[in-house]
């Protein structure tokens, strides 16, 4: 089970910390995802990290803005979201397992999200 956390309402350049506790897994041999979907949109992967956390990957319009992080000891995802921008908004899910552009996580690993809205 994956539980997302931290999502709000922000500003333009703003920051938001999301947080997702992972439970009924081994959670430290996982890779893990982060994936958004906004309203009537395809799912987007945005950035995943490997198990031991040491490796970090980012889709292009996010790169140098967004962080991910984990905790093993606590079984916790992480996404810090700084400089956040209008085309941010959308539903943001925890995954289980590795990501890409072309290959987001399967839908069935996707926690229930938590929705981020940016306004101007």
């Known amino acids: 089970q994956l539980v997302e956390s931290g999502g709000g309402m922000v500003h333009v350049g703003e920051s938001l910390r999301l947080s997702c506790v992972a439970s009924g897994f081994d959670f430290s041999t996982h890779f893990m995802s982060w994936v958004r979907q906004d309203v009537g949109l395809e799912p987007e992967w945005i950035s995943s990290?490997?198990?031991?956390?040491?490796?970090?990957w980012y889709e292009d319009s996010v790169e140098g803005r967004f962080t991910i992080s984990r905790d093993n000891a606590k079984n916790t995802l992480y996404l810090q979201m700084d400089s956040l921008e209008l085309e941010d908004t959308a539903t943001y899910y925890c995954a289980k397992g590795p990501g890409s552009t072309t290959r987001p996580p399967r839908r069935v690993n996707w926690g229930q999200g938590t929705q981020v809205t940016v306004s101007s």
């Open positions: 990290i490997n198990d031991g956390g040491n490796r970090t």
